[in-house]
């Protein structure tokens, strides 16, 4: 139990997470990722007729769909029964009506850029290096400039 409770080493986590991508490839010929699935919930609730990108079998990738609510399911089954303290995932002002407002805008926003920027910074990192993808070579490595730049330009507004 203490090995499951507490983070894992990189040099453990890292190759796992390496086979699962391959498994997963090799097995079956899809790359795991979790930005699709904005667009397979959207596509599932909003009108097809509308949005041509939205025109597609939904029903192909719904394995995709019930990844995520396994990945739901074992974080709440984990933050609830694997773990020695409470765990905030929010700070509290995030529980206002304000903050709330606040991270369903944040969550639009990141879906579009996901979506927008062909996956999101783990699918990219993991899913698209891996096979060798060109374009997440070139994302992963804005996402990294990205960070560092707003890192400088916070710690410079501080002082």
């Known amino acids: 139990m203490e090995m499951i409770m507490n ?6 986590a890292g190759p796992l997470i390496g086979l699962s991508v391959s498994v997963m490839l090799f097995f079956s010929n899809k790359l795991l990722g979790i930005s699709s699935a904005f667009r397979h919930i959207c596509a599932l609730t909003l009108p097809k007729k509308k949005i041509e990108f939205l025109n597609y079998n939904v029903r192909n990738e719904i394995w995709n769909l019930v990844f995520v609510v396994g990945l739901l399911f074992g ?4 933050s609830n029964y694997l773990t020695y303290h409470e765990i905030n995932l929010l700070p509290s002002h995030f529980y206002t009506i ?3 407002i606040q991270l369903f805008l944040g969550g639009i926003l990141v879906g579009f850029g996901t979506r927008y920027a062909g996956g999101c910074t783990s699918g990219h990192a993991i899913a698209g290096l891996s096979t060798f993808q060109k374009s997440s070579l070139y994302a992963v490595i804005s996402f990294f400039a990205g960070g560092v730049i707003t890192v400088y330009l916070i710690n410079l507004i501080k002082g």
């Open 7 to 12: 983070p894992w080493q990189w040099y453990v």
């Open 75 to 78: 974080g709440l089954l984990g």
């Open 98 to 100: 304000q903050g709330k």
